[in-house]
């Protein structure tokens, strides 16, 4: 079967979306964004886990059950200790100590936390869930759980000090929006940590797309991918125009990876075979001549290979 073009692919996918369609993917993106950036609802979780760490504060009911749900006072993934044994970066201890899930190896106590809880419980089944309980509180805080795997991008500075390469990008991010690093722990959250509050964001969109497609009796397939992708959309880019007004060009990363998820499936069961189908376009002497370019300026380009494009 020969490549299919975009343009053939657009004229066999047409949009079927009407006004209604549209005001409510804006709605959607109204509403998740003021979710996942509401200060209000910021704070309101930040007393969840205030509550589940037994600090003092005046807390509502739901904060309660939820604290007390959540509980994890005394758990020694809060040792304020690096993976390597010694006193971690108080404001950054979750990022160098305790809480990534695929954390290897050990030093004072384990680096993985369920398997330092196992060891603090006793038993695999309570440290299990201790640990999890533990995780879950943390995406209420302030700062948030760090991401999986940020434990791999863990280096020392000159004097030997336990550090994390995560903490020089949002340090340097703050440098050159701000002029000086008070907005490293703001910018570090929305960009390398799971957070409850942009969760919620995520659920709104999800519930509100599909109550609306239910409601609507929606039954066309492409229609429904229009608007669960307008509507999230909508709801990154606002989220994301919203963080770089609030840090001066750095943007929120909100998204809800089940957002994406949902899409999946019925982007492929419709357009599998063609997608699959089409052929690689011929770039390789475009990519010969980048490669001799980025070799010949390799001195200049020190520091930024990252940015290098490879074949």
């Given at each position: 079967?020969?490549?299919?073009?975009?343009?053939?692919?657009?004229?066999?996918?047409?949009?079927?979306?009407?006004?209604?369609?549209?005001?409510?993917?804006?709605?959607?993106?109204?509403?998740?964004?003021?979710?996942?950036?509401?200060?209000?609802?910021?704070?309101?979780?930040?007393?969840?886990?205030?509550?589940?760490?037994?600090?003092?504060?005046?807390?509502?009911?739901?904060?309660?059950?939820?604290?007390?749900?959540?509980?994890?006072?005394?758990?020694?993934?809060?040792?304020?200790?690096?993976?390597?044994?010694?006193?971690?970066?108080?404001?950054?201890?979750?990022?160098?100590?305790?809480?990534?899930?695929?954390?290897?190896?050990?030093?004072?106590?384990?680096?993985?936390?369920?398997?330092?809880?196992?060891?603090?419980?006793?038993?695999?089944?309570?440290?299990?869930?201790?640990?999890?309980?533990?995780?879950?509180?943390?995406?209420?805080?302030?700062?948030?759980?760090?991401?999986?795997?940020?434990?791999?991008?863990?280096?020392?500075t000159e004097d030997g000090r336990p550090?994390?390469?995560?903490?020089?990008?949002?340090?340097?991010?703050?440098?050159?929006?701000?002029?000086?690093?008070?907005?490293?722990?703001?910018?570090?959250?929305?960009?390398?940590?799971?957070?409850?509050?942009?969760?919620?964001?995520?659920?709104?969109?999800?519930?509100?797309?599909?109550?609306?497609?239910?409601?609507?009796?929606?039954?066309?397939?492409?229609?429904?991918?229009?608007?669960?992708?307008?509507?999230?959309?909508?709801?990154?880019?606002?989220?994301?125009?919203?963080?770089?007004?609030?840090?001066?060009?750095?943007?929120?990363?909100?998204?809800?990876?089940?957002?994406?998820?949902?899409?999946?499936?019925?982007?492929?069961?419709?357009?599998?075979?063609?997608?699959?189908?089409?052929?690689?376009?011929?770039?390789?002497?475009?990519?010969?001549?980048?490669?001799?370019?980025?070799?010949?300026?390799?001195?200049?380009?020190?520091?930024?290979?990252?940015?290098?494009?490879?074949?």
């Amino acid at each position: 079967m020969s490549p299919v073009g975009d343009a053939e692919l657009i004229e066999r996918t047409p949009s079927d979306l009407d006004g209604l369609d549209m005001a409510w993917c804006l709605l959607v993106a109204i509403v998740s964004t003021f979710v996942s950036t509401s200060d209000d609802f910021a704070k309101w979780c930040e007393g969840v886990h205030d509550a589940a760490s037994e600090k003092s504060g005046s807390f509502d009911a739901v904060q309660r059950i939820l604290g007390k749900t959540l509980h994890h006072k005394g758990d020694w993934m809060d040792n304020f200790k690096a993976r390597d044994g010694q006193n971690a970066y108080a404001l950054f201890h979750r990022l160098l100590g305790g809480h990534d899930i695929f954390a290897t190896g050990r030093s004072l106590t384990p680096h993985n936390p369920f398997v330092m809880m196992i060891e603090q419980e006793g038993s695999i089944c309570g440290g299990v869930l201790q640990a999890a309980r533990h995780l879950v509180a943390d995406t209420f805080s302030k700062q948030g759980l760090p991401l999986p795997f940020s434990s791999y991008f863990d280096i020392a500075t000159e004097d030997g000090r336990p550090w994390n390469k995560i903490i020089d990008i949002v340090q340097e991010l703050s440098t050159e929006t701000i002029g000086n690093k008070q907005q490293t722990e703001a910018i570090y959250s929305h960009l390398f940590t799971l957070r409850a509050q942009d969760f919620a964001g995520g659920g709104a969109a999800l519930v509100l797309t599909s109550a609306y497609i239910k409601a609507r009796g929606v039954e066309d397939k492409i229609r429904v991918i229009q608007i669960r992708l307008v509507a999230y959309s909508l709801s990154f880019f606002a989220q994301v125009a919203m963080g770089a007004t609030r840090q001066k060009g750095v943007p929120y990363i909100n998204i809800d990876q089940r957002e994406l998820e949902q899409l999946r499936p019925a982007i492929m069961q419709r357009h599998g075979r063609e997608i699959n189908s089409m052929k690689e376009c011929d770039l390789q002497s475009v990519f010969d001549r980048i490669e001799d370019y980025n070799e010949e300026k390799a001195e200049d380009r020190k520091g930024h290979g990252f940015f290098r494009l490879k074949k």
